[in-house]
Each structure stands twice: as structure tokens, then as C-alpha cells.
């Protein structure tokens, strides 16, 4: 059975930091792509990041970029988020998610039916 499972969220003020984990079990993990996404109160689940099997490849969306760095470490079955110059806008419950396939492609890995497994999320409250 897989698990996908979320911590490292928690509530910041404007400008401060905080590191998502991702820990995931009972799949090979370096044979997917990961990703996490977010949904803001209201709004629809939206993708943040992704790094490929390798980890040699990441995207990123335009409001993350600069700020939030995605990361993993294969040996521990774990996938990172970095979340840096943090803002109120970026209060949302965060996901972590498993890639069908080995890589981020092109503005495909935006697509939620791409993602096999899912966690059950972790809240990031940004305040002012």
C-alpha cells in the first residue's frame, strides 16, 4: 500500500520560512517524478513545483520562482520544499503528489491527472 505523507507546515509571518517533507513508501520512489501543489481557501488545487526521477530536473511556477526550492533525496524516499520570502498570498493547504511517469514535461506536470498518489496535505498559514 502507498503512503504519501506531508509535514513541515505550519504558520509564518510575511517574509519567513518554512520546509515542507514529503516521505512516500511501498512504491519505488526514484521512479517518479514529484510534485506539489496547493489549494488556497476557494480556489481550485493548483500545481507549485515539480522535480524529475533524478532530481536533475525542477520547475517551478511563476510565484514560487525565486522564492520556494523543490528538492528530494532518493535514498530517503523524500521530497523537499523549500519556501523562502514567504507571502499571505501562499496560505494554502500543500499537497505532495506522485508523477505517473519519470519526468516534469513541458506545462503538462500542471495537470492533476497526471499524479497517482496523493498526500493528505499540510496547512501554511502566511500572516501579515
Known amino acids: 500500500q502507498v503512503q504519501v505523507v506531508e509535514s513541515g507546515g505550519g504558520s509564518v509571518q510575511a517574509g519567513g520560512s518554512l520546509r515542507l517533507s514529503c516521505t512516500v513508501s511501498g512504491l519505488t520512489f526514484d521512479d517518479h517524478a514529484m510534485s506539489w501543489f496547493r489549494q488556497r481557501q476557494g480556489t481550485e488545487r493548483e500545481a507549485v513545483s515539480c522535480?524529475?526521477?533524478?532530481?536533475?530536473?525542477?520547475e517551478l511556477r511563476d510565484a514560487a520562482k525565486g522564492r520556494f526550492t523543490v528538492s528530494r533525496d532518493n535514498a530517503k524516499n523524500t521530497l523537499y520544499m523549500q519556501m523562502d520570502s514567504l507571502k499571505p498570498e501562499d496560505t494554502a493547504i500543500y499537497y505532495c503528489?506522485?508523477?505517473?511517469?519519470?519526468?516534469?514535461?513541458?506545462?503538462?506536470?500542471?495537470?492533476?491527472?497526471?499524479?497517482?498518489?496523493w498526500g493528505q496535505g499540510t496547512q501554511v498559514t502566511v500572516s501579515s
Open positions: 522535480i524529475s526521477y533524478s532530481g536533475r530536473s525542477t
Open positions: 503528489a506522485v508523477h505517473h511517469d519519470r519526468l516534469c514535461v513541458g506545462s503538462r506536470w500542471k495537470q492533476s491527472p497526471l499524479y497517482i498518489h
